[in-house]
């Protein structure tokens, strides 16, 4: 069985990989998408993508427990933004067809604890997690808990979760969020201080506005004075342009 010092080697591996293929220029390209301090090491998503597959195709001998554990290894250690999207990238290939049902709370524990950046959570969540709940939809709505986290990152995620969920063809089957659960979401994180939940709140929204359009405008009118001009310009972003202007006349003074 691979034990600790392999896994710090693979770590090791990995990292000097990243650094070989990392330039000040992405540094500078990256950071200007965020509006707090990361610490970039200069490598673009299909670069790190690249870097999953190249050695994955090398170490044949890690099955999907290995590579679970080394993901885990390289979170509780890592320094770079691009080594958390790494971990991540490590294991989406086996989410779907491996791993139980527990793997939920290990996800929930990641953004509380290893998280620190919205590319973080949306990479999990969209990539990651998305894969994950195909073969489990019924743990789809589940994660509305994760709202009530005191981390902010997991309150985004509770949001960010559920946007490719909205109406989803599974198999044979068609998965439809509930739209009690889209609503309740939004009116417990509508007054979240976060900016990037608040940004959350909006995409989720806007994605449900595309199946459910009247009852999304009715919502926005009917919470148009509690929310953020921000949450709002995201939400309405895919509506007629009619509508938009209306809506935004509304918070007008």
């Not at 200007?32 to 090491?41: K, L, T």
């Not at 929930?108 to 950046?117: G, R, T």
Request: glycine residues 4%; charged residues 25%.
């Amino acid at each position: 069985m691979t034990n600790c010092n392999q896994y710090r080697a693979y770590h090791r591996e990995l990292l000097a990989r990243l650094k070989a293929v990392s330039t000040a220029e992405n540094v500078t390209a990256m950071a200007r998408f965020f509006s707090h301090e990361v610490n970039f090491i200069g490598v673009k998503a299909p670069m790190i993508k690249q870097l999953v597959q190249e050695f994955q195709a090398e170490q044949t001998q890690l099955e999907a427990n290995g590579y679970l554990a080394l993901t885990e290894h390289i979170l509780e250690h890592a320094k770079y933004t691009e080594e958390v999207l790494l971990a991540f990238g490590l294991i989406n290939k086996f989410v779907k067809r491996h791993y139980d049902e527990k793997l939920l709370l290990r996800f929930e524990y990641w953004l509380e604890h290893y998280v620190s950046n919205w590319s973080h959570v949306d990479d999990l969540c969209i990539k990651t997690i998305y894969q994950y709940m195909l073969s489990r939809p019924h743990l789809i709505e589940s994660t509305q808990g994760w709202s009530k986290s005191t981390n902010p990152w997991c309150r985004r995620a509770s949001n960010v979760v559920w946007v490719k969920f909205i109406k989803r063809k599974i198999g044979k089957s068609t998965f439809r969020l509930s739209k009690l659960l889209i609503f309740e979401n939004c009116d417990r994180l509508l007054k979240d201080e976060d900016p990037f939940v608040q940004k959350s709140v909006g995409w989720l929204l806007k994605v449900a506005a595309v199946e459910h359009e009247e009852d999304v405008i009715r919502y926005l009118k009917n919470n148009i004075n509690s929310m953020q001009r921000g949450t709002l310009r995201y939400a309405i972003e895919k509506l007629d342009p009619c509508i938009r202007k209306q809506l935004l006349s509304f918070t007008k003074g």
